[in-house]
């Protein structure tokens, strides 16, 4: 191309508050071409895993990072030539934009199209969907490797793989139509899981791999004699996707790096770990009665459609121990050395998610009723197992709830979300032998876990707070007497 600039795609600012972002994976080599709106990489920040798409058309000249590389935002990631005849002075300022010198393609589409936010999808005018996975021809297939080592290639014909002369780029852009449709989240789930998409027959819209696929490849791998379903193609000699049980027999260590959403983790446990001094107190409490309740509220026509389960009637009491003690609902200001006492709640929900652990809260929590409490947990924990949890739901905490019991862990010590005064982990709740009106009978017993800020909580408020929320799940009624 005689007439033709570079032009360098910094990394844009993916979240709020975000410096950088890591490199999942790319999807185009150099020697691509690359269409306006067609996605590139994906990477992963300490909130989520976006996809980027590239804002014009052109050919891939070179890619500035590999894959697992941490980038500040700011910086170049990939470099495109564009054509359009732009002036050598334009040339080597290549992130000015839209140059009034360009004609045609370039200098139209600025006008006609803004750059996209990036993980949340491109302008539904200018969206271009990547064509589904076909089957190749080896010769074309062939072609289109030679094509692409060719440093100065634009795409020759696949007949042809010396000859620069056709523009069709036939051969280069079979690259990215072998990718397989699925969405951010889930691709992160393949990867954690060591699950190949490819290798995935998809059942959403569109030819679209959702994480029941994802789940149920795995499945077939761990127990290849079972029987496939009857909508996939039975595959029993197909060798597992996650090669990570067999890795006690091949190597003797792995090293996971550290990054995105385990790297913020880490650092906010080790900054609250070692900043607040924590203290942990227990109580063991008979929750025959409010399993009872919980078992009726489904059967309330107030809750239909709602999910209703202990984790709603526990969020609940610990609200009505903290409107009895307001102080718990505080936060130290080390600046300032001051406490200040929070007059509204901001209920933080801890989930497991294939990314990691994140809290997301309730904002003002304090204020709903039942019924709205629990369709707020319900969209809090949905949205966090689908992966698309916002920054802002993720900030302004005061008290955070952890659910230790769904893994069947009787309890735990949790470490306090920075910033917060106090975390109270649930335990397993569990059948047992408990001593019921003068008589040994078997009862819904869970052991309750609350850590909280010793700066700013003595034994007394936290012992208070940890036995008002055991008397609410061992008499529910006292929702009553006492909200």
Not at 226 to 242: E, I, L, M, T
Not at 284 to 290: E, F, L, Q, Y
Not at 421 to 443: D, F, N, T
Request: aromatic share 4%; glycine share 6%; with cysteine.
């Amino acid at each position: 191309m005689t007439n033709a600039s570079v032009r360098e795609f910094k990394m844009p600012d993916v979240g709020e508050g975000l410096t950088e972002a890591e490199i999942l994976k790319w999807y185009v080599q150099p020697g691509d071409t690359v269409t306006d709106g067609q996605v590139v990489c994906e990477v992963e920040t300490a909130k989520a895993a976006v996809e980027l798409p590239i804002p014009y058309d052109g050919v891939v000249r070179a890619l500035h990072f590999p894959e697992g590389t941490t980038v500040d935002v700011g910086t170049s990631i990939i470099a495109v030539e564009v054509a359009g005849g732009a002036a050598p002075a334009q040339e080597e300022a290549p992130a000015a934009p839209a140059p009034a010198a360009e004609p045609e393609r370039p200098a139209e589409q600025p006008a006609a199209r803004q750059p996209v936010l990036v993980g949340y999808g491109v302008a539904t005018s200018s969206t271009r969907r990547r064509p589904r996975k076909q089957a190749q021809d080896p010769a074309a297939q062939e072609a289109a490797s030679a094509v692409q080592s060719e440093l100065n290639g634009h795409g020759a014909a696949p007949a042809a793989p010396p000859a620069p002369v056709a523009p069709a780029a036939p051969a280069s852009s079979a690259a990215p139509a072998q990718r397989p449709l699925a969405k951010p989240p889930v691709r992160k789930l393949a990867k954690d899981l060591g699950v190949d998409l490819a290798t995935i027959t998809p059942t959403g819209p569109d030819g679209v791999i959702t994480r029941d696929d994802v789940h149920a490849a795995v499945a077939a791998a761990q127990a290849p004699q079972q029987a496939a379903p009857a909508d996939r193609p039975a595959a029993p000699a197909a060798p597992a996707p996650s090669a990570a049980p067999a890795s006690y027999d091949s190597v003797r260590e792995t090293r996971i790096p550290v990054k995105g959403v385990r790297k913020a983790t880490a650092a906010a446990m080790v900054g609250s770990a070692f900043t607040a001094p924590h203290v942990t107190e227990f109580v063991t409490v008979d929750v025959t009665r409010t399993m009872k309740l919980v078992e009726e509220l489904k059967q309330d026509k107030e809750f239909a459609g709602l999910r209703v389960n202990p984790l709603l009637l526990i969020a609940k009491a610990l609200l009505v121990a903290i409107r009895r003690n307001p102080d718990i609902n505080a936060s130290w200001d080390e600046a300032a050395q001051e406490i200040v006492v929070k007059h509204y709640v901001n209920l933080g929900i801890a989930a497991a998610t294939p990314r990691g652990l994140i809290v997301p809260n309730i904002k003002d929590a304090h204020a709903k009723t039942l019924p709205e409490l629990a369709a707020s947990l319900g969209e809090l924990v949905s949205t966090a197992r689908e992966g698309r949890t916002s920054p802002s739901a993720m900030q302004g905490g005061t008290v955070t709830i952890t659910n230790v019991g769904v893994f069947g862990v009787d309890t735990g010590t949790p470490i306090l979300n920075p910033g917060e005064s106090a975390i109270l982990a649930v335990g397993a709740i569990k059948l047992q032998p408990w001593v019921h009106k003068g008589k040994v009978k078997p009862r819904q017993v869970t052991t309750l876990a609350l850590s909280f800020d010793h700066r700013l909580v003595d034994g007394e408020l936290g012992s208070k707070v940890l036995a008002d929320v055991a008397a609410v799940l061992e008499q529910p009624k006292r929702l009553i007497t006492w909200a």
